[in-house]
């Protein structure tokens, strides 16, 4: 892969998560029955900052976990071989909550599709909303991003890189295409 731009440094990524945060809590009136999932990997850095940032706006804390969404997969056969399924961490009992479900990247929409399913398999929230830091277009589903830190017109061939230090060692987003 070759990187061909720096979308977003630290300071621009750390501006959409900010963004993205006082988003959420004007939307939701405050911080009641809020509850954050990452989506497995990148998505549960992004989810943590968006707490972080909520406790300093509202002095509140808002419960965060993981979600992990292998077994739901509409491509799971693909993957079996290698597949490997990583725990999820729900906080708190998800029903009647206004869940936020966090992820990197929106590109196709099956991943989104299949974090719903994984969702409602643990009860029925009172709304599933979606933040995420890229929108890269190209949707197969009919889905779309409550919140977004940058939408980013791409070709199907580039691939847009999403790094935090907890799985990347640096901070950023890059456009990279294949060589």
Known sequence: MTTKAVLMDEAALTR?????????LERNKGTEDLVLLGIKTRG????????????????REVPCGSLDITLYRDDLSELAPSAS????????DIVDKHVILV???LFTGRTARAA?????????????????????????????ADYVGKNVPTSVKE??????PETDGETGVYLRTQE
């Open 116 to 144: 719903i399913e994984a969702i409602l398999d643990r009860g029925r929230p009172k709304t599933i909303q979606f933040a995420v830091l890229v929108d890269r277009g190209h949707r197969e589903l009919p889905i779309r």
């Open 159 to 164: 691939v847009i890189a999403v790094a935090f």
């Open 44 to 59: 549960v850095p992004m989810a943590e900052r968006i707490r972080a940032n909520i406790a300093q706006i509202e002095g």
């Open 103 to 105: 992820d990197d990247v």
């Open 16 to 24: 959409a998560l900010v963004r993205i945060s006082h988003e959420i």
């Open 85 to 92: 399924v990583k725990s999820s961490d729900f906080p708190c």
